[in-house]
C-alpha cells in the first residue's frame, strides 16, 4: 500500500468528519444542517436535499421547498424527528420555514459534546487506516518483498501522516467549538 494512497484516504476522513462538523448548528441558518435528514418518500428513505430547495434567504431563517408538494408532510416529520437540528418546522402550504433561534448556553454545550463525538469518529477513521497501512508493510515484510529496515521507515512515515491528521482533526473540533460557543 503506498503512502499516497494512506494520505489520500485519511484526507477523505478529514473532508467527512468536516461534512459532519457542517451539520451542526451554531446559530446562522445554514442549509448544511439539513444535510443529514433522511425523509421517507414513498417507503424508501430519502436524503432531504434531494426532495426540496433548501435556500437561507437570512441570518435567521430556512427555507424549504419540496419539488413535490405531495412529500410536505413527510418533510416536516422527518426535520421535527431529528435530534440534532432541534428545531420544528412551520408549514404555509409551499414552504416549511425553520426559525433559527439564538442557541441558549445549555445547548451549545450539547452541540460541543456532538462535535467532539465527530472529531472522534474521524480519529478513529484515521487510525483504521494507519493500521491497515501497517498491517500490509508487514505482510510485504513477511514474504519478503521489503526489507525490515525498509518496513520500520515506512511504518514510521505512516505514524508521522496519522500524527498529521490526527492534529488536523483537534485543530477543526477547536475552530468548531470556538464557532458553537460564540454568542
Known amino acids: 500500500m503506498k503512502l499516497a494512497e494512506l494520505e489520500d484516504r485519511m484526507q ?6 468536516l ?3 457542517n451539520t451542526l448548528r451554531t446559530g446562522r441558518a445554514n442549509g448544511a444542517l439539513l444535510d443529514r435528514v433522511m425523509v421517507d418518500y414513498y417507503g424508501s428513505p430519502t436524503p432531504l436535499k434531494s426532495l426540496a430547495g433548501i435556500t437561507t434567504p437570512d441570518a435567521s431563517t430556512i427555507l424549504i421547498q419540496p419539488y413535490d408538494k405531495s412529500s410536505m408532510a413527510s418533510i416536516e416529520k422527518a426535520i421535527a424527528m431529528d435530534d440534532t437540528i432541534g428545531l420544528t418546522p412551520s408549514n404555509d402550504g409551499v414552504v416549511i420555514r425553520l426559525n433559527i433561534p439564538p442557541l441558549t448556553s445549555e445547548r451549545r454545550k450539547e452541540l460541543v459534546k456532538v462535535a467532539s463525538k465527530y472529531a472522534e469518529e474521524g480519529k478513529v477513521s484515521i487510525r483504521n487506516i494507519r493500521r491497515d497501512g501497517i498491517d500490509a508493510i ?10 525490515e529496515d525498509e518496513a520500520r521507515d515506512t511504518q514510521d512515515r505512516i505514524q508521522k501522516l496519522t ?3 490526527i492534529s488536523r482533526v483537534d ?4 475552530e468548531k467549538e470556538k464557532d458553537i460557543m460564540t454568542v
Not at 485543530?171 to 477547536?174: I, K, P, Y
Request: aromatic share 8%; hydrophobic share 25%; net charge neutral.
Open 12 to 17: 477523505k476522513s478529514i473532508e467527512a468528519t
Open 19 to 21: 461534512h459532519s462538523f
Open 163 to 165: 500524527d498529521k491528521f
Open 171 to 174: 485543530d477543526l473540533l477547536t
Open 138 to 147: 508487514r505482510r510485504q515484510e513477511k514474504n519478503g518483498e521489503v526489507s
